[in-house]
């Protein structure tokens, strides 16, 4: 299985009925692919479209209809469009029950860095300071490793980070790693991954208790 569909089957399954949850760029977007839409999750781009329904066919596009990263997107019924100021309203507001977001660091805080890319440029974080602080549950989907293999859950995040505030979880296509006071929890292992391969591919320390089953990628559509 392709390593983001592993990442973005493992998050719907995080996602609770009737609830009002925004897709950051790139990953995430993926994430509502893996969700059935009678399950009523309202989902939100801060672009200004509540309730992403699935990708549309070939052909079935509207360019006036897309999510924050620009990607066509479909409506459910009883969706609406709204302005910036009403989106970051819900925001900053606190009305977001989840906000799923990509990373390029994660240190052994849990503190999220996923906006600034060196030697890139960057015109602005865009919404994931306002997200990072606003949402009630933050989860951070990304794959485990940069390109080249360098790991990016870090004992610091050498980028700035997005926002004072601990994530509440990262999946990756290797692990589902739950961030606490005390450090970084391993909650389970990817498809086909052992422990050992996880801490090999993870700079920070991870704590681990007794036996670490695998991602049960069955819970999510």
């Known amino acids: 299985m392709d390593p983001k569909e592993i990442i973005a089957r493992r998050v719907a399954a ?29 989902f939100q781009a801060e672009n200004g479209v509540v309730g992403m329904g699935h990708r549309p ?11 924050a990263g620009g ?12 302005d910036s100021a009403f989106s970051f309203g819900l925001i900053r507001g ?11 660091q ?4 849990g503190y999220l860095a996923n906006w600034m ?23 951070v989907a ?13 004992p610091e995040c050498a980028l700035p980070l997005t926002a004072e505030r601990r994530v509440d979880l ?26 050992a391969e996880v801490r090999a591919a993870t700079a920070a320390t991870l704590i681990v208790t007794g036996d670490v089953p695998e991602m049960d990628l069955s819970r999510s559509c």
């Not at 990607?71 to 709204?82: C, E, Q």
């Not at 606190?94 to 390029?104: A, E, I, P, S």
């Not at 990304?142 to 870090?154: C, D, Q, W």
């Open 57 to 67: 066919p070939e052909g079935m596009t509207d360019r006036h209809l897309t999510d």
């Open 71 to 82: 990607s066509f997107v479909s409506a459910v019924p009883g969706a609406s469009t709204i």
């Open 142 to 154: 990304m794959i485990h490793s940069a390109k080249g293999g360098a790991p990016k859950i870090v």
């Open 170 to 195: 990262i999946v990756t296509e290797m692990a589902v790693i739950r961030p606490e006071v005390d450090g970084l929890h391993l909650l389970e292992t990817g498809p086909g991954v052992t422990v």
């Open 14 to 42: 995080e996602i609770k009925p009737h609830t009002l949850v925004n897709l950051g760029i790139g990953i995430p977007t993926l994430v509502s692919d893996h969700l059935d839409e009678s399950l009523g999750v309202f």
């Open 94 to 104: 606190g009305h977001l029950d989840l906000t799923v977001l990509g990373g390029l």
């Open 117 to 139: 890319i060196p030697g890139h440029y960057v015109p602005g974080m865009g919404g994931a300071m306002d997200l990072v602080t606003g949402a009630k549950r933050v989860i």
């Open 106 to 109: 994660v240190d052994a805080r």
